[in-house]
């Protein structure tokens, strides 16, 4: 999150088509990253192309730096599923 705060044009970029209309550019990427990944190519204003190209870069970086679980932690233990043994 403090990636995309960084990249102070996607917060004041507002969306002005699409499903996100009316969306800043850092919005639509927490809700749908896929379809800001779209913008890279597909947008007509070459600033939205800009901004759009940054702010997955910032997405991809945060998402390599994301803590995972350690393993197991989800896990119940076999002997609580199955039950005593006997």
Same mark, same amino acid.
């Given at each position: 999150?403090?990636?995309?705060?960084?990249?102070?044009?996607?917060?004041?970029?507002?969306?002005?088509?699409?499903?996100?209309?009316?969306?800043? $550019?850092?919005?639509? @990427?927490? #809700?749908? *990253?896929?379809?800001? !990944? /779209?913008?890279?190519?597909?947008?007509?204003?070459?600033?939205?192309?800009?901004?759009?190209?940054?702010?997955?870069?910032? $997405?991809?970086?945060? @998402?390599? #730096?994301? *803590?995972?679980?350690? !393993? /197991?932690?989800?896990?119940?233990?076999?002997?609580?599923?199955?039950?005593?043994?006997?």
């Amino acid at each position: 999150m403090r990636r995309l705060r960084e990249i102070g044009d996607a917060s004041s970029l507002i969306l002005q088509f699409g499903p996100h209309m009316g969306a800043t $550019l850092a919005e639509g @990427a927490m #809700h749908d *990253p896929d379809y800001v !990944r /779209g913008l890279v190519n597909r947008a007509q204003r070459p600033e939205v192309r800009e901004v759009a190209g940054r702010l997955v870069s910032a $997405l991809e970086a945060a @998402a390599e #730096h994301k *803590p995972r679980a350690p !393993r /197991g932690a989800n896990r119940k233990s076999s002997a609580k599923r199955s039950g005593p043994r006997g």
